[in-house]
């Protein structure tokens, strides 16, 4: 993700509560793997934790059934949204 980008990806965070959706988009956009994804949300979020990327390596992204699911990531992510507001 370009620098430039991430104050767009910081303002739809706001905008989007549900993290699973805001990676998907990223990973869309960049064609992303999940690791990937998770490197990027850390230059999003001031205070996403290693307990953040290791929730992403294990979330279920390609919807096969195994790993952590959208509506679990959700819950898992939820503190990041804070985050962001206080970057504002």
Known sequence: MP???IPIWRAEAMRQPSKSK????????????????????????DDFTMDDLIYIWKWDMERAGVGISDERIDILLVHLQSCVANNS
């Open 22 to 45: 805001l990676m998907r988009a990223i990973s869309e956009k960049y064609s992303a793997p999940k690791n990937d994804v998770g490197a990027m949300l850390y230059a999003i979020f």
């Open 3 to 5: 620098a430039v980008d």
